[in-house]
């Protein structure tokens, strides 16, 4: 090793150093009597060069304090510091090299996520030496430099930095794509559905209008990642809430060899999948969970057994039907009780039971004759060891969390979003926790989340990132239904809710005219008035489709009505169905019937239970927020046009609003 010497007056000063040798493990101090030692680990930076009026001075800031090496000449001074500041480097270079290729491993991996942002990080929190004011010597190798100006940028780098990162991926994962987004569909995806697919943050939330394309997106978005070798077809897994809408994701994937193979599942499937696999065998579901019409009768008679085998409790049931229901005796309607105590006992047994106590007297009284039946349906799964849906979603979650079930997939879709529900979210958030870099896609319409009543929570999409953490939503902004001014009446019908996520809505279809019409008509002429509609509709474009849509099923036309109306008009076709019914459908044309105040109203006056209102999730303070978006998905099943039969005496207030709110895209119609 070379040794740089001291001026020969150094010890005519008492200068201690005479000499300084570096080696390969730091420093050797060459004093008059003997040798220190010093380690590169024990230098904290390196030296800092000083002029003097004819030699230099070179300080050594050491984690013990500084020393100074003085009485050098320049000829030694300027190559002992780059002696001095490689060897620092090069020693450092052991540990910083391999932090590098690990940071760069992560970048590699594509969009930079919030979790992969925090893990990078977190690497760089355990470096104890900032690399930002350090340069790099020319003479280490180019791996080595690299490396240090990584590690520099990187602990420079803020949310900034990671935005454009994503930014400049999502731009070159577009381009690189393009092709493949072209020819999905019969046409080219928009620009914001590209977008949603590359976009892969943690949880993402892609927030699909009406008519704007969701299943188009799931599909293409499972296509993509296969394409860019992100997934193979076993790590993606779509789900969906029903099993038609399942089916159809299915059936398009299935279109294309490279999707095939992709999984499609219900959450209800999904959850027996888990309780199979990890139990070996599929647990028993309850024939009463699988069929309304056994669920309803059984229900019914065990109410009657009840009020037959205990005569307090007939008493105090029939008298709470003479008080709540105005039903007579001698014999109640159990079966129509049974129907309305249906989703009340799920409740209970999925929320639990809440202390009489602390409910208002009315409630309580009530709970008190519902508990009854709970405890009956409760008794009769464990007698016959069977499980209900909701048994199954939990005990799924409760498997996964315990670390039971291996989790498979690395990326989860996820249909409907908006209909998700406490359970079903707490399952999505179980198996990511369970599988760290699992990636959630989300498409859904908090305008269209109409589920409350069988436990949906909106609040799970309007607040989706307090939920699952770290997020990015992307809006589709272009629908292909509905044209501009049936669009321009909803949208703005449906944010007057300021809990609503905005968005703005271009349209495919465009109009110069309203397309939203007002026709009032008295209640005994609303089948009159929708005759001559049908008769117009037909007049104009003979094989047009037809929605009767209406709040409730008695405020739609029956079935020899129907039949009737098909007869007269063969070329049209015809549906009628109630608006929850509707979810998903599409018409040319839309005939809303019921509009009018009232109980049994558009919006209804009077919650059909106030205390299934208690149990289910917390509803939104603004007045009528999810029947506002049940009318705003009435409007959005038309592509054309949309026909609102209002009440003449007593109009539906949203009706009244439309008409009075200064909506230009309405119209009084007088057909």
Known sequence: MQIFRAHWLAPWFNHPFLATEPTGEGLVLHLKRERHALSWSELGAPPRLAQGRRLYRLRLPCTQGDIELGWLPKTVAEPLCEAITLGWFRHHAGRVLPLAESCLALLELGYLRASRWQQLKQWLRQESIDWRLHVPPAALSDRERAAFELVATLMTADEGWREQCCRDYCEQALAEYG??????????????????????????????????????????????????????????????????????????????????????????????????????NSPSLSPLAQQESTRITTFARWLEQDCQQDEDYGARLHDWLRRHRFQVVPQPDYRRLAREWAPLVAALKLYGEPEPEELPPALAEQLTLVRPLLHRYQQHLAEQGDIDFDDMIEQATELVRRGRFSVPWRHILVDEFQDISGPRAALLQALRDAAPGLSLFCVGDDWQAIYRFSGADVSLTTRFADHFGASRITRLDKTFRFNNQIEKVASRFVTRNPAQLPKTLGTHQRSDSPCVHVLPVDNDSQMDVVTRLLGQIAAERAHASVYLLARFRFSLPDESQLAGWRRRFPGLQLEAQTLHGAKGKEADCVIMLGLSRGKFGFPPEQSGSALLELLLPEAEAFPHAEERRLFYVGLTRARQQVFLLADRQIPSVFVKELLEGGYPGVSRWQG
């Open 179 to 280: 092709a493949l987004f072209d020819g999905l569909e019969s046409h080219p995806l928009t620009e914001a559905q590209r977008l949603a697919c590359v976009v892969d943050e943690d949880h993402n939330l892609v927030l699909a209008g009406a008519g704007c394309g969701k299943t188009s997106v799931m599909t293409a978005r499972a296509t993509f990642l296969l394409a860019s070798n992100q997934a193979r077809a076993s790590e993606l897994l779509l789900l969906a809430f029903g099993n038609e809408a399942a089916a159809e994701m299915s059936e398009r994937l299935a279109r294309r060899p490279e999707t095939a193979a992709v999984k499609t599942s219900t959450f209800h499937a999904l959850g027996l999948m888990i309780l199979s696999r990890v139990a070996g």
